[in-house]
């Protein structure tokens, strides 16, 4: 049965939040999965008259990622400073000279804040810490001490970075419900 003008319609709307979903899960870009969802359907608005009702959800996905391959490709065909030129330079230092302080953060608070967090981790955790990032020693030398591979000594590192954050989440939530309290 050949897809009338009301059920394309009624199709779009049924399945539009779909392909979209396929599409960022894709991308993981919100803009570019708009955009693809936007050219999947005035494609299908004009093979509409073409197609059957019957399985026109796989045909919509398949559809969707022919575009979300053919973005891929875009992407890598376009020159880095292209893609990036909008990007503002994310250093520190950039970072910094636009944040105004209007108390500033003395030494101190910075090592009562680490002593914090060193107070809630493990000696094993707070040893790999200082010799990552105060030590600066070299990941291979860390690794070999340690009798681990390199990237062993990569993911405990990353590991420790999701338990800090987690454990700041956490605080910060705790002190959100507390102020609401006040």
């Known amino acids: 049965m050949l897809i009338d003008f009301e059920a394309a319609e009624r199709i779009a ?13 894709k991308l993981q870009d919100q803009h570019a999965a708009e955009d693809i969802t936007q050219d999947v359907f005035l494609y299908f608005q004009q093979k509409s008259h073409e197609l059957c009702e019957d ?4 045909w919509l996905i398949s559809v969707a990622s022919k575009k979300v391959m053919d973005e891929f ?7 880095k400073d292209e893609v990036y030129e909008d990007i503002p330079d994310l250093k ?9 302080y209007s108390v500033p953060i003395t030494e101190n608070e910075i090592l009562k804040a680490r002593d914090k967090i060193f107070s809630l981790l493990t000696p094993e955790e707070v040893a790999l810490l200082k010799a990552v990032y105060e030590e600066h020693r070299k990941y291979s ?6 009798n681990i591979s390199e990237n062993a000594l990569r993911i405990r590192i ?10 700041a989440e956490v605080a910060f939530l705790a002190l959100l419900i507390l102020l609401s309290k006040l």
């Open 13 to 25: 709307l049924k399945h539009y939040k779909s392909v979209y979903h396929y599409c960022f899960v």
């Open 55 to 58: 399985k026109i959800g796989n």
């Open 73 to 79: 490709k875009a992407k890598k065909k376009r020159p």
């Open 92 to 100: 520190a230092e950039h970072l910094l000279s636009e944040v105004e």
């Open 141 to 146: 030398e860390i690794a070999e001490s340690e």
């Open 158 to 167: 990353s590991r420790l970075k999701v338990k800090i954050k987690s454990m």
